[in-house]
């Protein structure tokens, strides 16, 4: 199943602070996904000053109850980074099909 995490920062004057603290380990973890074809795409939120303020992740678990045990030991999510956390399913475009269809 495909999702798409749209995870906004917690208002707390210290989250930026805290989000860079668990940045090395929160892009560690994103590479290891990545490579294992779990992580589809993703990046920060940003907010009108340029801070980043949020994440949209779009990833790939086999259910629902893989998703959450990534959300569990997601860094971010523990470290209280994220606060306001919205999952939707979704469906990604085969574009080889369509690029094909178009020919």
Same mark, same amino acid.
């Given at each position: 199943?495909?999702? %798409? @995490? %749209?995870?906004?920062? &917690?208002?707390?004057?210290?989250?930026? +602070?805290?989000? $860079?603290?668990?940045?090395?380990?929160?892009? +560690?973890?994103? =590479?290891?996904?990545?490579?294992?074809?779990? /992580?589809?795409?993703?990046?920060? @939120? $940003?907010?009108?000053?340029?801070?980043?303020?949020?994440?949209? %992740?779009?990833?790939?678990? =086999? &259910?629902?109850?893989?998703?959450?045990?990534? $959300?569990? =030991? +997601?860094?971010?999510?523990?470290?209280? %980074?994220?606060?306001? /956390? +919205? @999952? @939707?399913?979704?469906?990604?475009?085969?574009?080889?099909? $369509?690029?094909?269809? =178009?020919?």
């Amino acid at each position: 199943m495909q999702f %798409v @995490i %749209v995870a906004r920062d &917690n208002k707390a004057a210290d989250t930026l +602070e805290r989000r $860079l603290a668990a940045r090395a380990e929160h892009m +560690e973890g994103v =590479r290891r996904m990545k490579a294992d074809g779990q /992580i589809i795409d993703g990046g920060a @939120i $940003l907010n009108a000053a340029g801070d980043m303020a949020g994440s949209v %992740v779009l990833c790939e678990f =086999r &259910n629902r109850a893989e998703l959450d045990a990534y $959300l569990y =030991r +997601e860094p971010y999510k523990r470290d209280k %980074v994220w606060d306001d /956390i +919205e @999952i @939707i399913e979704f469906r990604r475009v085969d574009w080889q099909k $369509l690029m094909v269809q =178009r020919k």
